[in-house]
Every structure is written in C-alpha cells, then in structure tokens.
C-alpha cells in the first residue's frame, strides 16, 4: 500500500495503475460504484490530480490479512484555497494488487483549522 500512496502523492497515474488489478472497482462506502477497470480509474485520478493537486498524509494504517485500512488526511487546493479531508480507504489486496476500494470523506474544512 505504501507504494500506492507514494504514486498517489507524487500524482504518478501509471504507477498508481501499476499497483491496480486491471479490473479494480473503487466505492464510495458502502457500495456506490465510482469507477471500474483501469481506463476509468486512469480518468478519475487524471483529473483528480489537475484539480488540486492533492497530497494525503497517512494517520493510521491497519493490515489484516488481504485487507488494508488507510486513515488519511488529503490536502488540497480549491477555488476558495487550501482545504483538508480526513478518508478511510479500505483496500482489497489480490495478488498483490488493489482489486477493490473503499472510500469514506469526512467534512472538507479550510487548511490549517484542524
């Protein structure tokens, strides 16, 4: 996972895909689909990362068997300027890729106000 979030801040799309199953499905928890295979998850980190150039701090990580737990925190620019986001991010490992992914969004707050 440490891999994955490396690729995630350094806003490398084809090493985030490298450690991706080619079927991946990423949730917004508990089951509402918001991407599958590796061409949508391309587009939703492309433009994730043109929009504000994101950088997750990691809290807290839990592994259990296939299943990663991330608590993050996920700094940010919007138009009104910097904002964080605490997530949960539940990973299913499979073959030593992601297969499935799980997200939960807390309150998006101005940076600094934490």
């Not at 689909?33 to 939703?44: K, V």
């Not at 296939?66 to 986001?85: K, L, Q, R, Y």
């Not at 499935?100 to 940076?111: D, I």
């Amino acid at each position: 996972m440490q891999a994955q979030l490396d690729a995630y801040n350094a806003h490398d799309v084809e090493a985030l895909l490298a450690v991706y199953a080619d079927d991946v499905q990423h949730f917004d928890h508990p089951d509402t689909l918001l991407a599958s295979g590796s061409e949508a998850i391309r587009a939703r980190f492309t433009a994730r990362f043109a929009s504000g150039k994101p950088r997750a701090v990691l809290r807290h990580r839990i592994v259990c068997g296939d299943t990663v737990i991330d608590h993050e925190t996920v700094h940010s620019s919007s138009a009104d300027g910097p904002v964080s986001v605490d997530l949960v991010a539940i990973y299913e490992v499979r073959d030593e890729r992601i297969a499935r992914a799980w997200f939960m969004l807390g309150a998006q707050t101005p940076a600094g106000t934490r």
